[in-house]
């Protein structure tokens, strides 16, 4: 198992930008795939985007050319860079990461879009 601390979510204005970091207990270096899903107030948790460790990436269609995940193994941190923020972004932000079968999740870090 891994304990995940998300940070950097905050309150940014439609258009905007912000870099979440997920920061893991251990070396990230053998977890096959991790990823961040977010969960809007009255809605299921979703996938936003995940990376594997040989750089294979998947992205939600909602995000697509405004995200970009990336890992650094060297800093057990995972990213998540977000840019042309739109109001419909506004969810709680979620780190995951996948080791022996187990789900392990952040506490989750707010974003809140509006101007």
């Known amino acids: 198992q891994v304990n995940l601390v998300e940070s950097g979510g905050g309150l940014v204005q439609p258009g905007g930008s912000l870099r979440l970091s997920c920061a893991a207990s251990?070396?990230?270096?053998?977890?096959?795939?991790m990823g961040w899903y977010r969960q809007a107030p009255g809605k299921q948790r979703e996938l936003v985007a995940t990376l594997t460790n040989g750089g294979s990436t998947n992205y939600a269609d909602f995000v697509k050319d405004r995200f970009t995940i990336s890992r650094d193994n060297s800093k057990n941190t995972v990213y998540l860079q977000m840019n042309s923020l739109k109001p419909e972004d506004t969810a709680v932000y979620y780190c995951n990461a996948v080791t022996d079968g187990v789900w392990n999740w952040g506490q989750g870090t707010q974003v809140t879009v509006s101007s």
């Open positions: 251990r070396s990230i270096f053998s977890i096959y795939r």
